[in-house]
């Protein structure tokens, strides 16, 4: 087990280099040059060459890449060419915003889609079914910003049951804060649900043809037990890489929410970032992101053998 | 007391059809209405300029976000733009934003697929690097990549197109890695069948049937993060009218005018709803083995 996740630890080392590799290719092999962005419109051919030197713009890209390799080693994401302060403060003062609707609209997506996905293939071919279908099919189809300005729309500007938009942290009193997260939580989850709960279905009636769920039904076991205990925990595999792989639609959803709801958190900060070309933040921000996917996709990997005992490392 | 069988379906049953469409059986209700929908959306966008009553680009400062009347059937703009005619028109670029990321993205997808899965030596390296793209969020890939190309229709379906390819790769390479044990494949190796010969005339049309479904699920979702990227300001420009572009426009006025986006929201959310049920129905019909998995 232990070293099967060394192992895994160790693979994704490759993916993340080859990630390295591509943002740097892209923001230095794309028209736009950050010194320009740097000296503004009024620059002087001159100073222009002394900002390009001073930025190391003018060395050979190998060397440029090896100095930002090294440079991330240290934990060091460069200086932000707008701001110019640093790009891992900017993250950090930036992350707590994303990190507490990402959490809840895991919650919330979780908790809703798996029990309708497991209602949806116990009464397959039935009116739930067919809802639970309806929405995950409409939920692929509705832009995420539509979603959210419809949830605005009837949430708060027709019932003014929770503000239109904006952000506070829990740590300003938890009633503000879940009143402003619960429209962009619930945007977000929207894909999520429709994307988990389909899987579940699907996963859930392969399983409840097996045999032994027609054994535990014929003991007599009571059929939530059936369901959630016997069922649930043998589909679990696929309803786990479908959480893992979606959270790649997540860290999108996240960037468009943030914009409509007006959230400070670091979807908003990629948005101006690449708009204003910021490449050290959107470097940043890329290594960021598929960092964390990756991770998330170790994590689900890792956690296949809790859910489900037959698979040993 | 007997139920008597009757021969009516009901409107839940003929529902059902889209989602649970036995193998080789005819194609259901559901699938019909959504090509009709389709058939509708597409001629009703390539016909736009015949039809729509107003040049979607005339600005008229006296007709600023009117309310829908006879005269403006969706009401205006805050510039006093025809709201419907956008609309109308603006599905065309959409449309062919969406048709051309899913045509570029399955020939590139299929070319490098076909390598990787034949050639064993390029199958690692090719296999990590698609692995590196599909750990980039791929609206993330696309803003940046319109951001740095500039607001071209090309670039714009380039972006799309780049983490779209990893995808089909993946695709194609299963296909092939499973094809190329076919005794038929051993056959054409042991006559002496050239390399090409043996990728394209034995090996590639195994592909045609997944890569015809994975094509439509291309094109919806190219439709809807073309909608994206307009909507966080890197899309084609805003001087192109797409369903994108359109509701953009509308954020600032949303709460006055809410019909901004929901009327080109919802002819984009009916159109990638008939894409995704057509692809749907395909899926099965091409490859019931599919079918169990996914319900």
Redesign the interface.
């Known amino acids: 087990m232990f070293v099967y996740i060394l192992k895994r630890i160790v693979a994704t080392i490759p993916v993340m280099v080859i990630v390295a590799v591509f943002v740097f290719l892209l923001l230095r092999l794309t028209p736009g040059d950050p010194a320009a962005i740097l000296a503004g419109d009024s620059a002087s051919p001159d100073q222009l060459e002394r900002i390009r030197d001073r930025l190391g713009l003018n060395d050979p890209l190998i060397v440029q890449f090896m100095r930002w390799m090294g440079q991330l080693m240290r934990g060091d994401l460069g200086t932000s060419l707008i701001s110019n302060t640093s790009v891992s403060g900017m993250l950090i003062d930036r992350l707590g915003p994303t990190i507490n609707i990402a959490l809840m609209t895991i919650v919330i997506s979780v908790a809703l889609a798996v029990p309708m996905g497991v209602i949806a293939a116990w009464r397959h071919r039935t009116w739930v079914d067919f809802l639970v279908m309806s929405f995950s099919v409409l939920g692929f189809s509705v832009p995420v910003f539509v979603i959210g300005y419809i949830l605005i729309q009837i949430f708060a500007i027709e019932l003014r049951w929770v503000p239109v938009q904006g952000y506070r942290a829990p740590s300003d009193g938890i009633g503000p804060f879940f009143s402003r997260a619960i429209l962009p939580s619930l945007t977000l989850a929207t894909i999520y649900i429709a994307l988990i709960a389909r899987m579940t279905r699907a996963s859930m009636l392969e399983v409840l043809g097996e045999d032994y769920i027609r054994t535990a039904r014929a003991k007599g076991v009571r059929e939530n037990v059936v369901l959630f205990r016997h069922a649930l925990r043998n589909a679990a595999v696929p309803i786990l890489t479908i959480i893992g792989t979606g959270f790649a639609l997540l860290i999108s959803g996240v960037v468009v929410t943030e914009s409509v709801f007006n959230i400070p958190g670091i979807g908003r900060l990629t948005v101006d970032a690449i708009l204003a070309r910021d490449y050290p933040v959107i470097q940043a921000m890329i290594l960021l992101t598929a960092g964390i996917y990756v991770f998330v996709n170790l994590l689900v990997d890792v956690s296949y053998s809790f859910f489900d005992p037959r698979i040993r490392y | 007391m007997t139920e008597i069988p009757t021969s009516r379906h009901s409107a839940?049953q003929v529902?059902?059809g889209?989602?649970?469409l036995p193998a080789g059986a005819r194609i259901g209700a559901g699938p019909m209405i959504a090509a009709v929908i389709l058939v509708v959306i597409v001629l009703a966008a390539v016909l736009a300029p015949l039809y729509v009553p107003y040049d979607p680009l005339a600005m008229n400062s006296a007709a600023r976000l009117q309310a829908p009347s006879s005269e403006h059937l969706l009401g205006t703009d805050p510039y006093g733009r025809d709201t419907f005619s956008r609309v109308m028109v603006g599905a065309r670029v959409s449309l062919l934003i969406g048709v051309g990321a899913a045509v570029v993205s399955v020939a590139i997808g299929l070319m490098i697929g076909l390598v990787a899965g034949f050639f064993r030596a390029a199958d690692g390296v090719i296999m990590?690097?698609m692995?590196?793209?599909?750990?980039?969020?791929?609206?993330?890939?696309a803003?940046?990549?319109v951001?740095?190309?500039?607001p071209s229709l090309m670039s714009v379906i380039i972006a799309i197109t780049v983490p779209e390819v990893p995808r089909v790769v993946r695709l194609v390479r299963s296909v092939i890695l499973s094809a190329r044990e076919e005794p038929y494949v051993e056959a054409a190796i042991a006559l002496g069948s050239s390399m090409p010969k043996i990728l394209i005339q034995h090996l590639m049309p195994n592909t045609f049937a997944p890569l015809i479904v994975q094509g439509t699920y291309i094109c919806?979702s190219a439709i809807?993060i073309e909608?994206?990227l307009s909507?966080?300001?890197?899309g084609v420009s805003t001087e192109i009218p797409t369903w994108g572009n359109i509701?953009a426009e509308g954020r600032t006025y949303?709460?006055i005018k809410?019909g901004l986006?929901?009327w080109p929201?919802l002819m984009?959310?009916?159109c990638?709803?008939a894409i995704?049920?057509l692809g749907d129905t395909a899926r099965d019909l091409l490859d019931p083995r599919m079918k169990?998995?996914?319900?």
Request: no cysteine.
């Open positions: 839940f529902l059902t889209l989602f649970s990590r690097i692995d590196s793209l599909m750990a980039i969020p791929a609206i993330l890939l803003i940046a990549l951001a740095l190309n500039g919806a809807l909608a994206i909507f966080l300001g890197a509701m949303f709460q809410p986006i929901f929201g984009l959310s009916l990638i709803l995704n049920l169990k998995r996914e319900g």
